[in-house]
């Protein structure tokens, strides 16, 4: 996880902006309870960036649209 630096708050989500977001997509719910988040340190607490977000988003979606690997 990275610190904050330069980051303006209005491109920072608290944890329950997060959670709103991904609760509202059933996948996105279970892709997010097995994974680690995009994340930084604002102070006392954590704040996702909204672009690392998107683009986690983005690619764990495109992983569960692509078919399983073939077996012989």
Known sequence: MKRATAD???DLL???????????DESLRRAAATCVLPAIRYGTEWRFRKGDLEAWIQRR??????????TC
């Open 61 to 70: 979606r495109a992983e569960l649209l692509q078919p399983p690997p073939a």
């Open 14 to 24: 608290t944890t329950d902006q997060v959670m709103d977001r991904l609760l509202a």
């Open 8 to 10: 303006s708050a209005a």
